[in-house]
């Protein structure tokens, strides 16, 4: 199973074990199904479900393992791990354009 490592910009305190990086493994099918859509168009916009984002999140979270370490991360830090979820899906998409525009 792959897995993506995300630096953040400091070290948080949580428990007795400090952390400066959170460890996703990428999203399966059945992943999908539990955590719904992430993005959605309606009138030509995106939208973003943050509910959702953050239920990947939770899904996902290899390291760090204590219970409400998330929680503590600065809104910079958080952007990023919200970035990387929605990344997921956008790099999925685009792969599956891209094999369907190859054959």
Sequence with gaps: MSEVRIPLSRRYDH???PFDT???REPKLKDRRAGGPVL???RGFVLRDDEAIWRYVSMLLVEPVSPGAIDLLDLADAEILSETIVGFFTRARLSSIERTNSS
């Design 22 to 24: 959170v460890v996703l």
């Design 40 to 42: 959605d168009i309606q």
């Design 15 to 17: 428990g007795t074990t």
